[in-house]
């Protein structure tokens, strides 16, 4: 098959490049670098079956000859991250509804499947003990732009079902839960690959709020698996997963993991939200995927858990990134 991944230089799309460059398929790849890194493709590009394209999906044009050239696409490109999208506001909108937009105005135009991927912010401050597909979103007021991640992933999501009902594009949509392993980057906020790093170079390991919230992660390799699935899997079409690992950790107790994992003697040290993320933000105490339906439709559940996604962050950052 020919895949065309948007934003395939990122950490999911480099990952998800790979594995289907094995498989034996040919992968076209449109990033404009924002986010993802040309370091995390470098190796494909002797791979005579992999294209990648340094460009934006708002250059209508360049998607366009793209999707033309392929059997279906795994729709990647995004702004990502809370921080990121907190200090990029407008590009963050921009990106994520006309981005989506121009790949499903294509893609309806040609006829090839896309697989979104959206993310549990969408639940916004839904705490429930496990979420499924259909729970309320909570969300907090719009002058707060964390929310504004969530809303825009959403319509992406209102966007594909309308086309999957009213002009029957084959879609499938995944909401992804906190996704992390090697090749991930902190600098956007992504707390493990975070706390490694700050352990590894024994700095303080920095908590934001009181560390008593709590969060699910999800290894790389499982979620990878996860999407070539529900790409594959006909019954899968025009329904929303939640694709992450249930398995619940605070923050103080991963910053204490990773700490002991690493050998190090980094200080553990909390900051305040105001501090770290500035006056206008407001976060979630837990989340947590239920995964039920996934495994009932694709038959997929994590084989990963935290302790393996910590010693493979270890091993990447040791190697120098
Ligand atoms: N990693 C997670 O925990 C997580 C959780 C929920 C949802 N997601 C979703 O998964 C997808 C991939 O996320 P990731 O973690 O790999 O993040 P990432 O930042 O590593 O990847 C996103 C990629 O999109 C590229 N991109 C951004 N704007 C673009 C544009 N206009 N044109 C072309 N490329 C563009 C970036 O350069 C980057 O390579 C995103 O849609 C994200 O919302 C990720």
Excluded at 275 to 293: H, L, Q, W, Y
Aim: aromatic residues 10%.
């Amino acid at each position: 098959m020919r895949y065309l991944i948007t934003g395939g230089a990122g950490f999911i799309g480099s990952n998800l490049s790979r594995f289907l460059l094995k498989k034996g398929h040919e992968i076209f790849v449109i990033d404009d670098l924002s986010t993802g890194f040309f370091e995390n493709i470098k190796d494909l590009e002797q791979n005579k079956n992999f294209k990648f394209i340094l460009d934006s999906i708002l250059n209508i044009e360049i998607l366009e000859q793209t999707i033309q050239k392929v059997d279906a696409i795994f729709h990647l490109a995004a702004s990502v991250g809370v921080e990121y999208v907190i200090n990029n506001p407008l590009k963050s909108i921009e990106i994520n509804v006309q981005g989506t937009e121009n790949v499903l105005k294509l893609a309806h135009r040609y006829n090839k499947k896309v697989l979104i991927t959206s993310t549990s912010e969408i639940y916004g401050k839904n705490e429930k003990d496990a979420l499924i597909e259909t729970d309320d979103r909570i969300l907090g007021s719009t002058t707060i732009s964390r929310w504004s991640y969530s809303n825009t992933k959403a319509l992406d999501e209102f966007l594909g079902l309308a086309y999957y009902h009213e002009k029957k594009l084959p879609l499938t949509i995944i909401r992804l839960f906190n996704t992390t392993g090697p090749g991930q980057v902190g600098d956007y906020g992504m707390v493990v690959p975070r706390f490694v790093k700050q352990a590894l170079l024994g700095k303080p390991i920095t908590i934001y709020g009181d560390g008593e919230q709590t969060r699910c992660f999800t290894h790389i390799d499982d979620v990878i698996k996860a999407i070539e699935i529900v790409m594959n899997e006909k019954k899968c079409e025009g329904q929303i997963f939640n694709i992450g690992n249930p398995d619940e950790h605070s923050i103080n107790d991963l910053a204490a993991i990773i700490r002991k994992m690493t050998n190090s003697n980094s200080t553990i040290e909390h900051i305040p939200y105001e501090k770290a993320m500035g006056s206008n933000f407001e976060d979630m105490r837990r989340r947590v995927p239920d995964i039920t339906k996934i495994k009932k439709y694709a038959n997929w559940e994590p084989k990963l858990y935290l302790k393996e996604i910590i010693e493979d962050i270890i091993e990447y950052q040791k190697n120098g990134e």
